[in-house]
C-alpha cells in the first residue's frame, strides 16, 4: 500500500509543479495560460500522465519527468521574450540561427537565470529522492512508450488540434509542437512545377548599383512613416530631395536566411524548385556576368542558405573580418575604399536593429539608462535608438556615394520587420512567425538616375526586379499575376508554411 502511495503521491506533487510554473508565468506575463471549462480535464490529465510515468522503470521515469518540467521552463523563457509560443517550425530554426538565437535571449538574463536556478533545483530533488519505493510496471512502460510514438502519428491525421493555444498548459502546447515537427519532417512533399523564368539582357543599366540590407527594421516604427516617433533626423532632411523616395514594402520572408535567399535570387513562389537550387536569377551572379565588380560586406556571420548566394561576390566581408566590437560604422570604410569609377555592384548587409538592440548601437546612439523591469518600455526605446544610428549610417552611407559617383542608385530595404509587444503586434515580440506584422519593412531609394520608384506598397520580390533592371536584366516570370504574392515562413521551399496575400487588399489594410 505504501508503494501505490508513494505512485500517487509522485504524481500529484509533479502535477502541481507544472501547473504551478504556468501560474506564476501568467502572474509575472500576463495571457500565458488562461483558464477555462477545459482546464479540470486538464488537471486530470496531468495527474494520469505523471501516474503513469510514476509506473516506468527509474531512469526512464527521471527522463521522462524532467523533459516535461524542461518543456514547460522552455516554453516559459521563449514566452518571456517573444511573447508567444513555441510553433513546430521553430524547432528547424535552432541549429540554422542558433547564434541569433542566443544573441537575442541576452535581453532577458535575468528570466532565463531564474529559470535555470528553478530547473536545477527541481532536478536535483528529483534525483535525491529518486531511491523512493514505487511500483514499477514493465507492461506500463511499454504501453507508454508506445503510446509517445502514436503521437506524432494522431497529429499527421489531426494536424489542427495540435496547434499552440494560450488554454492549454505550457508543456502540452511544446509536446504538441515537437509532434507537428516530427510528422512534418516525415510528410511527403508536394512538388509543383513552375514555368521557367525568363532573364533577358537589356541595353540600359547604372553604371553604380547599391543594394542596402537592414536588420529587423519595421516600417511601423521609423518616423519616415509614422509621425509620432522622431528617430529620422538625417533622412528628414532628404525629404524633399527628388532623388529621394521611400515607400512601404512586405518581405519575402519572416527570418534572415529565407528573406535574404529569396530577395537575392528573385523567388516568388516559395516552392519553385528551379529557383531555389540553380543560380539562373542570382542578382550577384547576374551583375558579375554582366561586367560589374561585385562586393558583399556584411556585420552580421552568414549562414549557409545566404552563403549558397552570395559566392558569386568577388569581395565577401563579414563580421569575422572586423576588429571587435563591429558596428555598421564599419560599413562606412569599406565603402570609401571602392573605386566607383568603375561599374560596381555592391551589397551591404547591416546588423543594428538585431535584438538586444541596444548590443549593436554605440554608446554615442544610446538615449539614457534603460530599465528591464518595464520590458515593454526597454523593447521599444533601444529600437528607437537604433532606429537612430541606422537613420545616421544610411545617410552618410547615401552622401558619400554620392560624392564619389556620378552614376549611382542605392535601393534600402529590410530583411523583415520586427514586432514591439504594441496592439498592433497583437502583443507580441520578435520575427520568426508567419504574420504580416513581422514583414513589414521600408522601401527606401537614393539615385541621381531616372528610375521607377513605386507609388504605394511593394514587395521584397518586385524590389529585386527593379534592382535587376538597374544591373541590365529583364526578369519576365510567366507564373506571376502582378496581384498576388507570397510570405514564406522559416523555410526556403515553403514547408514551413506560407501566405498567399493579394497586394491591392493589403495597401489597403495597411
Known amino acids: 500500500m505504501k508503494k ?18 504556468d501560474f506564476i508565468a501568467n502572474y509575472f506575463f500576463g495571457n500565458f495560460f488562461i483558464v477555462s471549462k477545459k482546464f479540470p480535464q ?16 527509474r531512469k526512464l521515469r527521471f527522463f521522462m519527468t524532467t523533459l516535461f518540467i524542461s518543456f514547460s521552463l522552455i516554453e516559459v523563457g521563449y514566452y518571456a521574450f ?22 537575442s535571449m541576452a535581453s532577458i538574463k535575468m528570466e532565463l537565470t531564474i529559470l535555470t536556478i528553478i530547473f536545477t533545483l527541481i532536478i536535483y530533488i528529483l534525483y535525491r529522492y529518486r531511491d523512493l519505493k514505487f511500483i514499477v510496471s514493465k507492461r506500463v512502460t511499454i504501453l507508454f512508450t508506445i503510446f509517445l510514438l502514436l503521437i506524432p502519428i494522431y497529429a499527421y491525421i489531426r494536424p489542427n488540434i495540435f496547434l499552440t493555444s494560450p488554454i492549454r498548459l505550457s508543456y502540452l502546447n511544446m509536446t504538441y509542437s515537437i509532434s507537428l ?18 532573364v533577358e539582357k537589356r541595353d540600359k543599366k547604372i553604371k553604380n548599383v547599391i543594394l542596402i540590407i537592414g536588420e529587423s527594421l519595421s516600417y511601423k516604427y521609423m518616423e519616415l512613416f509614422n509621425k509620432s516617433y522622431n528617430n529620422n533626423p538625417y533622412l528628414r532632411k532628404l525629404k524633399t530631395d527628388n532623388r529621394f523616395s521611400y515607400s512601404r514594402a512586405i518581405s519575402s520572408g519572416v527570418n534572415t536566411p529565407v528573406s535574404i535567399f529569396s530577395l537575392l535570387k528573385i523567388k516568388r513562389e516559395p516552392d519553385n524548385e528551379e529557383i531555389i537550387y540553380r543560380d539562373k536569377t542570382n542578382i550577384l551572379k547576374l551583375a558579375r556576368d554582366n561586367g ?6 556584411s556585420t552580421q556571420e552568414e549562414g549557409s542558405s545566404i552563403s549558397s548566394v552570395i559566392k558569386f561576390a568577388n569581395v565577401i566581408k563579414m563580421r569575422k573580418d572586423f576588429i571587435e566590437p563591429v558596428f555598421d560604422d564599419v560599413l562606412l570604410d569599406e565603402v570609401d575604399k571602392i573605386d566607383f569609377s568603375k561599374k560596381s555592384f555592391v551589397i551591404l548587409h547591416l546588423r543594428a536593429n538585431h535584438s538586444p538592440y541596444e548590443k549593436y548601437t554605440p554608446k554615442r546612439f544610446i538615449s539614457g539608462d534603460y530599465s528591464k523591469e518595464e520590458y515593454k518600455k526597454y523593447k521599444m526605446d533601444t529600437y528607437q535608438d537604433s532606429i537612430r544610428y541606422i537613420d545616421y549610417i544610411l545617410y552618410n552611407i547615401f552622401k558619400k556615394i554620392e560624392q564619389k559617383s556620378s ?9 523583415h ?10 502583443f507580441k515580440y520578435g520575427h520568426s512567425e508567419l504574420d504580416m506584422e513581422c514583414a513589414k519593412v521600408p522601401l527606401l531609394i537614393y539615385s541621381n538616375q531616372d528610375i521607377d520608384r513605386p507609388k504605394q506598397m511593394t514587395t521584397h520580390y518586385n524590389i529585386s526586379k527593379m534592382v535587376a533592371n538597374s544591373i541590365g536584366y529583364r526578369v519576365i516570370n510567366p507564373n506571376e499575376d502582378n496581384r498576388h504574392f507570397y510570405l514564406n515562413g522559416v523555410s526556403n521551399d515553403g514547408n514551413r508554411g506560407f501566405i498567399k496575400f493579394n497586394i491591392l487588399t493589403i495597401t489597403n489594410l495597411f
Request: hydrophobic share 45%; proline share 1%.
Open 4 to 21: 501505490i502511495y508513494n505512485n500517487l503521491l509522485y504524481a500529484v506533487i509533479l502535477s502541481i509543479l507544472l501547473i504551478g510554473i
Open 42 to 57: 486538464q488537471i486530470l490529465l496531468t495527474l494520469l500522465l505523471f501516474f503513469t510515468i510514476s509506473f516506468l522503470y
Open 82 to 103: 517573444f511573447r508567444s509560443y513555441i510553433e513546430s517550425y521553430h524547432f528547424g530554426l535552432i541549429f540554422k540561427e542558433f547564434n541569433d538565437i542566443i544573441d
Open 181 to 198: 515537427f516530427i510528422k512534418d519532417i516525415f510528410s511527403p512533399k508536394k512538388e509543383k512545377i513552375y514555368r521557367s523564368y525568363i
Open 292 to 297: 560589374y565588380k561585385t562586393y558583399w560586406l
Open 407 to 415: 552614376e549611382f542608385v542605392i535601393y534600402f530595404v529590410s530583411d
Open 417 to 426: 520587420g520586427e514586432r514591439l509587444g504594441t496592439k498592433s503586434d497583437n
